[in-house]
């Protein structure tokens, strides 16, 4: 048996800036945590006030979970008074207008980002770029690949293997949608919010006795435009294929919105850029590479694999705990090492299916859903999967990775899930935004009493000073935006 010594894991942690009212703040990117458009670690996504924070890959949850525990602390002495919403789905207390788009400077580089997230509220609007998540890097070591493949691996087996560890991820899934799920709750003013599991109970907001992650429901990021488009992972040629052709193919409803000469969209293909595939697993190359993530995966193969489905958890002061870390870890090498079977169109549709009645319905009594063909009960299906998520842990001895999967299980057999603790605690509350805030100052507060290394401290402000430096050198750079954009086109 190939013994797994670690693997590699890092963290993207959208988060919301808020004001003491919940609602966004229009305020510009701080500059004391440096520029957007070059810092490593700390950026901003869709909106001017939606931080994105990076970790560097770790090989253990400790040492991971220290890392972003130190980002949160420089990013809470950047934003005074702001507050962080905790929350994956944002508070509106009025029709979502005028969110503020995250701004990059005036470099040609800088304003095809600005363009390409005015093109995704132009598409999708602006209620769903508002809504934050937590991204999971994962990847094993080059010596396991040499131990497991009994050779210096090559590529095109390690890009196979992290392919079918993708395969099995969107079969599966659904496990993490049911556990992790931290968005029964809703601003009423987001779309396809019908059916009596909603009830109104405060500030505006909308929660549901069924749902486990409306975030990545057809509320949030799985509505009808997106969820079309779907790249094929059963070879790096399929995926590669329809990627280029999502890249390539003018869409007709986005061209009727027109934009492009006003720099509105940056075009008005099916995606604008790779990064618009909102699927819940992908495929990537190294970062490493200088090249377009599509050119990158063509030359040299898959390198990790970037799961998109977990919500934020609002129980913890980073976005996710260590138990979780642990748990999801299991879940990718298990994953890894299940039957290596490709997906057909008739178990594509099943699984898109499943996981949309997961993330809306999946708390409801007696859950049904369809798994190779046939219609069994969701909790049971579940403890099947666990059972074998748990032979896998014992068969390769991850005894780091045990404790938190019992955890886990425990909390799965009580049917006390992420979204179930969250529902039996708002519906309490006669003011969620109170809840929300009031838990957001003790995290802050938590999160200034850690014993933190001056040297990382001091590391983060060289960052911050060294990435607007870079962002100038960028900006001497003279081209237009117009051949900026016309570089990058697909050739």
Not at 381 to 398: C, G, N
Request: with cysteine.
């Amino acid at each position: 048996m190939t013994q797994i010594n670690c693997c590699l894991k890092g963290i993207e942690k959208e988060t919301l800036r808020v004001d003491r009212s919940g609602s966004i703040v229009s305020t510009p990117h701080p500059a004391y945590l440096g520029s957007a458009l070059t810092h490593p670690f700390i950026t901003t996504d869709y909106s001017e006030a939606l931080l994105e924070l990076v970790t560097a890959p770790h090989q253990t949850a400790l040492d991971l979970e220290k890392f972003l525990s130190h980002l949160h602390h420089y990013v809470y002495q950047g934003i005074g008074e702001e507050k962080l919403w905790i929350m994956s789905m944002p508070y509106f207390s009025d029709l979502p207008k005028n969110i503020p788009i995250a701004e990059y400077g005036n470099s040609a580089k800088g304003l095809f980002k600005t363009i390409y997230r005015r093109g995704l509220a132009k598409r999708y609007g602006e209620a769903m770029q508002a809504i934050a998540g937590v991204h999971f890097n994962f990847s094993f070591t080059e010596q396991f690949f040499q131990s497991f493949f009994g050779e210096e691996p090559q590529q095109d087996k390690v890009t196979d293997f992290y392919l079918n560890l993708a395969r099995n991820f969107k079969r599966y899934s659904f496990v993490l949608l049911y556990l992790f799920g931290a968005s029964p709750i809703v601003s009423k003013h987001y779309k396809n919010l019908q059916g009596e599991e909603y009830k109104l109970i405060s500030d505006s907001m909308l929660v549901s006795n069924q749902a486990t992650s409306l975030r990545m429901s057809n509320i949030g990021y799985n509505n009808s435009s997106i969820s079309q488009i779907y790249c094929s992972l059963n070879s790096m040629d399929n995926y590669i294929s329809d990627l280029t052709a999502a890249l390539s193919k003018e869409d007709s409803e986005f061209k009727n919105l027109g934009g492009r000469e006003d720099l509105e969209q940056i075009n008005y293909k099916r995606l604008q850029i790779e990064n618009e595939y909102y699927s819940n697993v992908r495929p990537k190359p190294s970062s490493q590479f200088t090249l377009r993530p599509l050119l990158a995966l063509k030359k040299y193969g898959v390198h990790y694999i970037e799961i998109r489905s977990l919500d934020l958890n609002p129980y913890s002061e980073i976005g996710i705990s260590k138990e979780q870390l642990h748990f999801v870890e299991a879940f990718l090498i298990f994953c890894a090492f299940c039957e290596n079977k490709h997906i057909q169109s008739g178990e594509l549709d099943e699984i898109q299916r499943r996981d949309l009645e997961v993330a809306l319905h999946g708390r409801k009594r007696d859950m049904q859903v369809i798994y190779d063909g046939q219609l069994v009960n969701l909790h049971a299906l579940i403890k099947e999967i666990m059972h074998s998520i748990e032979k896998t842990i014992d068969a390769f001895e991850l005894k780091d990775l045990k404790k938190s999967f019992e955890y886990w299980t425990h909390r799965f057999n009580e049917k006390f899930s992420l979204s179930q603790e969250l529902y039996d605690e708002l519906v309490k509350e006669k003011s969620i935004i109170d809840w929300v805030l009031e838990k957001s100052d003790r995290y802050k507060e938590k999160v200034a009493s850690y014993d933190l290394d001056d040297a990382m401290t001091e590391s983060f402000n060289l960052l911050a000073k060294s990435s607007i430096a870079e962002q100038k050198q960028i900006e001497q750079k003279e081209i237009s935006i117009f051949d900026y954009i016309k570089e990058q086109e697909l050739k």
